[in-house]
């Protein structure tokens, strides 16, 4: 009798450890593998606004991608291009507008939170120029799409192959905060080489090389 106990607690013991783990063991990845990878950011940067919302090309501010192995994170320079102009969404600035109608005096700048955190960067005074006390500062952006040092991905020929960012980078146009969507592992890159018109790339897509040193050199 203490025997048929002692094992029904241990087959009790087992089930109930086996379904706490199975939630762990369906979150197993391998090594490498940073699937689902979603850094806060120093500044709040909105892909679902800008490549979304109003549509800006990909390339307009990773120019890199069309001419270089790496996309590359544009300068804050590039973000000035717009943002010397708009530093508030419409709503907030014409709501200072109107109060100051109302109110009789002029409008003031209205500089939303994370732009403020922009200009603070490049060492810009409250008109938006250079102040000589204030020291700019690279934005230490949190990279997330990173390959091993052994593995060599260049955008040119993916750029140059019609292969749009999304198939890599996932919805980018609807994300808020970016995150790895795919796993980049070599078998998934194999894939779409081996088979291109199968990943999506269309109909007439071309099978791409799968020697080691395509990507091993």
Same mark, same amino acid.
């Given at each position: ?39 806060? %950011? *120093? /500044? &709040? ?9 109003? $549509? ?5 501010? @990773?120019? #890199? ?71 700019? %500062? *690279? /934005? &230490? ?9 052994? $593995? ?5 020929? @993916?750029? #140059? ?57």
């Amino acid at each position: 009798m203490g025997h048929r106990i002692t094992t029904l607690l241990l087959l009790v013991g087992i089930t109930f450890a086996a379904i706490a783990l199975v939630p762990r063991v369906r979150g197993l990845r391998m090594p490498g593998n940073f699937q689902g990878f979603e850094p806060q %950011q *120093p /500044i &709040a940067y909105s892909h679902r606004l800008h490549a979304g919302e109003l $549509a800006i090309d990909c390339q307009y501010c @990773h120019a #890199g991608a069309e001419r270089s192995r790496h996309a590359g994170i544009p300068a804050a320079s590039v973000c000035m291009n717009c943002h010397r102009l708009v530093t508030a969404s419409r709503s907030t600035v014409r709501a200072e507008e109107l109060a100051a109608e109302a109110e009789g005096r002029p409008a003031t700048r209205v500089i939303a939170p994370e732009l403020a955190k922009l200009y603070s960067a490049l060492g810009l005074g409250d008109d938006l120029e250079p102040d000589a006390d204030r020291a700019s %500062q *690279p /934005i &230490a952006w949190a990279r997330i799409h990173q390959l091993p040092d052994f $593995a060599v991905f260049d955008h040119r020929p @993916h750029v #140059g192959a019609d292969v749009e960012c999304q198939r890599c980078h996932g919805p980018i146009e609807t994300m808020e905060r970016v995150r790895q969507v795919e796993s980049l592992s070599m078998g998934w890159c194999l894939d779409c080489h081996r088979d291109p018109a199968g990943a999506g790339l269309g109909v007439g897509a071309t099978p791409a090389s799968i020697d080691c040193v395509a990507c091993h050199y």
